[in-house]
């Protein structure tokens, strides 16, 4: 409304500035309003330089479903200050646990963010500043080779799929979400076989460190996760594809019934 009142055009530049809730809302506007203007975004939470700042996607919640109004627009933009992010609170963390999938699935910068995990944590500015750039970059190899979401870019929803029911149903920030999904997901892969017992605990460790142990303990109503998940993956059947991690680097696309994912609920 504010758009139209105030007359901009197609040739003005909507700019996103703040964490990855204003730079989706910022996304789906310009790609929405007169059919697309410019788009620009100075991401300032950890989570959204690393992560949603990079590739295009926007989304928007409805009917309780996360994600379920969106569209893909690349920005023309993205300017990343790693000091901006710093005066975070607590939730500065949850942006390691994003940057951290995407090391657990590519596996360069993993051993790393390990090794610095506290000076991370402390946001010793050189190392995040590393941290940020191989985030990115890993990011955008995946996002360049599928921008339209379509194959290898599904891979980045490694801990969403459980995840997004956590926060749907806990009402959690997403980064806090994702890491709970991630360890779910692992601890499902375990159950099927595909994981060793070695890498389940390293990866459970670490979110554990990043999001804390209170909130891995956390456990939600099986009934309740079938019917957010079945209403989200409506349309797709009752299979999810998920990318299942054999090892650090190393994962392959598997389908799964909902009920068979949710066994690791119980
Ligand atoms: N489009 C994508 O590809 C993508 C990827 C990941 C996540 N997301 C979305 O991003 C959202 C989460 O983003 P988020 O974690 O950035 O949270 P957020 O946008 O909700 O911001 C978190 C909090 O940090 C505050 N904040 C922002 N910058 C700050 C700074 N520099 N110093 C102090 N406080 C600051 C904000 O006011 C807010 O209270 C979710 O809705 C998620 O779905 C989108």
């Given at each position: ?12 530049t ?105 000076d ?28 339209n ?34 360890v ?72 799964f019934r ?9």
């Amino acid at each position: 409304e504010k758009l139209v009142d105030e007359g901009f055009s197609k040739k003005d530049t909507i700019v996103g500035i703040g964490g990855g809730s204003v730079t989706d809302l910022a996304g789906f506007i310009a790609s929405t309003f007169k059919r697309g203007t410019k788009l620009e975004f100075y991401p300032t939470t950890l989570l959204s330089q690393v992560d949603a700042s990079i590739g295009g996607k926007n989304g928007l919640n409805f009917k309780g479903i996360k994600n379920m109004i969106g569209t893909v627009k690349m920005p023309d933009r993205v300017m990343i200050d790693p000091v901006v992010p710093i005066s975070m609170d607590e939730r500065f963390d949850e942006g390691l646990v994003e940057a951290f999938k995407i090391f657990v699935l590519f596996g360069d910068g993993y051993h790393e963010f390990k090794e610095k995990i506290d000076d991370l944590k402390k946001r010793k500015l050189k190392i995040l500043l590393d941290l940020i750039k191989k985030a990115v970059e890993l990011k955008l190899k995946v996002v360049e080779r599928d921008p339209n979401d379509e194959g290898i870019r599904h891979s980045l929803n490694f801990g969403h799929t459980l995840g997004h029911v956590f926060e749907a149903i806990k009402k959690l920030p997403h980064g806090i979400c994702v890491g709970w999904g991630m360890v779910k997901e692992m601890e499902f892969f375990r159950m099927k076989g595909f994981v060793s017992d070695e890498m389940v605990d390293d990866v459970e460790e670490t979110v554990g460190n990043l999001i804390g142990d209170d909130i891995l303990k956390m456990s939600i109503d099986v009934e309740e996760a079938f019917e957010y998940l079945r209403n989200d993956k409506k349309g797709s059947g009752d299979l999810v594809r998920m990318p299942v991690i054999h090892d650090v680097g190393r994962f392959e696309f598997k389908s799964f019934r909902l009920r068979e994912i949710l066994e690791v609920l119980s």
